[in-house]
């Protein structure tokens, strides 16, 4: 998987999760923090510049973040930032593998198993999914986000590369 590696070579490094529907951009506010830190960025498989990825698991992606922070930190250890789905995974790493977080910041986890997600929400995210490509949908949905109007252009590419499989 792609990710981009930002700022000082030091001991902290900070490892950034996008939320579904997403990308990296989604963190422009915390680029700056690179002029203190070691920043890592990337995309979710199925999002941005790893649109090209089926999304198969959180248990995956975990193993991919291990080995990203034993690649990019001198400790082996990292800082990790999540949002939404990207939460949630920052979730399975303090469960799994806790030895490789030195601190976390969740932000908006589903932290409960959805009982109905398999029966009734699965069935209407694939029914969903070409509206997601519509630019007036993807508009009420940027809307619902609260995020600011010159961000839309990135999250509508995003949307039109999100595939039935991902969601």
Known sequence: ??????????????????G????????????????????????????GDNANIDFKSID?????LVDLIKKESEDNKAIVIG??????????????Y?????????ISALN???KAYDFFIKPMLAISTPLIKNKWFSKL??????????W??????DSLKISKETL
């Open 1 to 18: 998987m792609k990710y981009i590696v930002e700022g000082k070579e030091n001991k902290i490094l900070l490892l950034f999760i996008n």
């Open 20 to 47: 579904a529907g997403i990308s990296k951009w989604m963190w422009k506010y915390q680029k700056p923090l690179s002029k203190k830190y070691k920043c890592v960025f990337f995309d979710l498989p199925g999002h």
């Open 60 to 64: 995956d992606i975990c193993l991919f």
């Open 83 to 96: 949002l939404s789905i990207g939460a949630q995974i920052v979730l399975s790493l303090l469960k799994s």
């Open 98 to 106: 806790s030895e490789y977080i030195s601190k976390a910041v969740v």
């Open 112 to 114: 409960n198993p959805m």
């Open 141 to 150: 949905q940027f809307k619902q986000f609260g995020l600011p109007g010159e």
């Open 152 to 157: 839309f252009e990135d999250y509508y590419k």
